[in-house]
Structure formats: structure tokens, C-alpha cells
């Protein structure tokens, strides 16, 4: 069936250092994908997406990679900060209006 | 704008009670979703609607029911309270729907306890 799971639930870097945080998704339809940042409290945020038809895609400080040939998306922080701490959620989108969440990655960062 | 509220932030619930979670947007979205997360796991769709009047199942629609009468408002309603239904409930909206790789915008979450 469908799914997307994260090949690490807790991911701890000191501050300074970049993160990497990775993904994989067992729906090779799936054309879209989207990462998220949830604060401990509050709702998941959009961070940055991709689409099926790039492999690499930047924002400010983060970098998502898509790899489809092994189905693996993977989200990078630069120079990681303590704001950075939260609970990263990669979601697909496999068809029309649905969205599969991942379970999460916590994500501390020692100052 | 205030974007996406939801309220009450947080309920406890008997077994057998009902009660109705409120969501507004103010962003004039035409898609509105409701999500439950359960802990240590990523977010369920219950139910979505693609506007007014028209609302559809998600993956996990049982127990719930919803309501779409304005573009602003798309309420969850519990009838018969499970402690299954222990959770936090999001809220989001998108303008257009994810088929145009839309960006979902989401409420600060309802923390529901059955007990």
C-alpha cells in the first residue's frame, strides 16, 4: 500500500552544524512532495516542496533532494540554529487533493 | 489576516458525548481539511472540502461528520465520543486544492481526550 516513513525518528546536531533529514515513499506516482515543521503546540508549517519532475530544489538555509529511482527525498538545514528544533513531517501527494504524512522526525539542536 | 483558528485548544470529552470542533479561515480558501495526529505519528485526513456545500471522505472518516455552509467555516463533529478519538485535530486550508501544488495552511490545533 501507500506509505511514507522516515529512515530516523530523532536526529540530534549541534547548533552550527548542518542537518539532514530523510524520507522514503513507496508510491512511485506521487508527484509532489512537501516538507513540514511542527513547533512543539502548534500546527505543521510548510517549509519547502518538490516536484516529481526536478531532483534538487533550494530555499532560504534548506535544500530538498528528491531521488526517484530508489524513492527517497531527504531535507537539509544549513548551518543549523536551537530555532530549528521541531518535529519535521515529509508528506506526498499521490493523487488529487490526497496528501500521505510521514511519521516525523524529532529534531533537537544542542547548543 | 488571522489565518487559520480553531477552537476550543483544548476538551476532554466522557465516552458517549458529542461536541463539534470550530475551524475558520480568513484567507478566502476554497479548500478546508481536517487532520488528526495521533502521538509520535504524522497527520490523518478525516474529511476535506473543495467549497461550500461540498465536502468528501478522507482516510479515516468514521465517527465524524462535517458541515461546509460558508467558504470561511468548516466545523468536525463528534456525535459519539471513543477513546479511539483521543488526539489533536488540525485544521488547514489551501486556496486551490493540492493539484495545483497548493501550500496548506494550518491551524494551531485542538487537543481532544476521551476518556
Known amino acids: 500500500g501507500e506509505s511514507v516513513g522516515l529512515h530516523l525518528p530523532t536526529l540530534s546536531v549541534q547548533e552550527g552544524d548542518n542537518s539532514i533529514i530523510n524520507c522514503a515513499y513507496s508510491n512511485s506516482a506521487s508527484d509532489y512532495f512537501i516538507w513540514y515543521k511542527q513547533e512543539s503546540g502548534k500546527g505543521p508549517q510548510f517549509i519547502i516542496d518538490i516536484r516529481s519532475n526536478m531532483d534538487k530544489r533550494q530555499g532560504q538555509r534548506v535544500t530538498v533532494l528528491l531521488n526517484k529511482t530508489v524513492k527517497h527525498l531527504s531535507l537539509q538545514i544549513a548551518a543549523t540554529q536551537p530555532g530549528d528544533s521541531a518535529v519535521y513531517f515529509c508528506?506526498?501527494?499521490?493523487?488529487?487533493?490526497?496528501?500521505?504524512f510521514g511519521p516525523g522526525t524529532s529534531l533537537s539542536v544542542i547548543p | 489576516n488571522a489565518g487559520v483558528t480553531q477552537t476550543p485548544k483544548f476538551r476532554i470529552l466522557k465516552i458517549g458525548q458529542s461536541m463539534t470542533l470550530q475551524c475558520t479561515q480568513d484567507m478566502n480558501h476554497n479548500y478546508m481539511y481536517w487532520y488528526r495526529q495521533d502521538p509520535g505519528m504524522g497527520l490523518k485526513l478525516i474529511y476535506y472540502?473543495?467549497?461550500?456545500?461540498?465536502?468528501d471522505k478522507g482516510e479515516v472518516p468514521n465517527g465524524y461528520n462535517v458541515s461546509r455552509s460558508t467558504t470561511e467555516d468548516f466545523p468536525l463533529r463528534l456525535e459519539l465520543a471513543a477513546p479511539s478519538q483521543t488526539s489533536v485535530y488540525f485544521c488547514?486550508?489551501?486556496?486551490?486544492?493540492?493539484?495545483?501544488?497548493?501550500?496548506?495552511?494550518f491551524g494551531p490545533g485542538t487537543r481532544l481526550t476521551v476518556l
Open positions: 472540502s473543495v467549497g461550500a456545500g461540498i465536502t
Open positions: 508528506a506526498e501527494k499521490t493523487s488529487y487533493d490526497k496528501v500521505i
Open positions: 488547514a486550508s489551501s486556496l486551490n486544492g493540492l493539484a495545483g501544488d497548493d501550500t496548506q495552511y
